[in-house]
């Protein structure tokens, strides 16, 4: 058995989920406690964590879209978000860094599919650094090339999941 447990967020999950965006990511990169508290608030359906001994260790957000292009900036405070949007984007994967390589980050990916299959959503689409493309790979996602993004100030690559 796993020693985590995936589930939906909770609103009461917003301070360990603002500490995640924290501790993971330069702080250029890093989600606001707004924008985290927006998309919990907004779009739970697609925000996932993972909790282990009742503390969130790990946690994975999105916006949805009817659009393909993904690089607006707008878009990741929810600008422009509907939730019966046919593409899920994907902002945040996090994994608490006492957590990673035991696959908090595959669970998690892995339901946030397997929810978005059932719900008929036709992509699944995010950017990433180049050094975490081999991992989306594993999971299904093909190489979309260089994204026109600039999120952080750094180069990103698009990787895409069609679901039909
Ligand atoms: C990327 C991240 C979410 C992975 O979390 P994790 O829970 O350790 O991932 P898993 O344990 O599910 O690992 C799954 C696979 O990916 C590999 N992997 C994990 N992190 C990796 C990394 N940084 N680079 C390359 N491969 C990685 C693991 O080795 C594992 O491979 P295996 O199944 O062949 O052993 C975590 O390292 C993290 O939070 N990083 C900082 C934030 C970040 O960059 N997020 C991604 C934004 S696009």
Request: aromatic share 6%; net charge neutral; proline share 4%.
């Given at each position: 058995?796993?020693?985590f447990?995936?589930?939906r967020?909770?609103?009461?999950?917003?301070?360990?989920?603002?500490?995640?965006?924290?501790?993971?990511?330069?702080?250029?990169?890093?989600?606001?406690?707004?924008?985290?508290?927006?998309?919990?608030?907004?779009?739970?359906?697609?925000?996932?964590?993972?909790?282990?001994d009742?503390?969130?260790?790990?946690?994975?957000?999105c916006?949805?879209?009817?659009k393909?292009?993904?690089t607006?900036?707008?878009?990741?405070?929810?600008?422009?978000?509907?939730?019966?949007g046919?593409?899920l984007?994907?902002?945040?994967?996090?994994?608490?860094?006492g957590?990673?390589?035991r696959?908090?980050?595959?669970?998690?990916?892995?339901r946030?599919?397997?929810?978005?299959?059932?719900?008929g959503?036709?992509?699944?689409?995010?950017?990433c650094?180049?050094?975490?493309?081999?991992?989306?790979?594993?999971?299904?996602?093909?190489?979309?090339?260089l994204?026109?993004s600039?999120?952080?100030?750094?180069?990103?690559s698009?990787m895409?999941?069609?679901?039909?």
């Amino acid at each position: 058995m796993l020693p985590f447990v995936v589930r939906r967020v909770r609103p009461e999950d917003l301070d360990a989920c603002h500490r995640l965006e924290q501790c993971c990511f330069p702080p250029a990169e890093a989600a606001s406690r707004e924008k985290v508290a927006a998309r919990i608030e907004r779009f739970p359906e697609a925000f996932l964590v993972a909790e282990a001994d009742g503390v969130v260790v790990g946690q994975v957000s999105c916006g949805a879209t009817h659009k393909d292009d993904i690089t607006d900036e707008a878009f990741k405070a929810l600008i422009g978000h509907h939730p019966d949007g046919r593409n899920l984007v994907v902002f945040t994967l996090t994994t608490d860094p006492g957590w990673r390589k035991r696959g908090v980050a595959s669970a998690l990916m892995a339901r946030l599919l397997a929810d978005a299959r059932a719900r008929g959503r036709a992509r699944v689409l995010l950017l990433c650094k180049d050094d975490l493309k081999g991992f989306y790979q594993g999971l299904g996602f093909a190489d979309g090339g260089l994204s026109a993004s600039t999120h952080g100030g750094t180069t990103w690559s698009e990787m895409r999941l069609d679901l039909g």
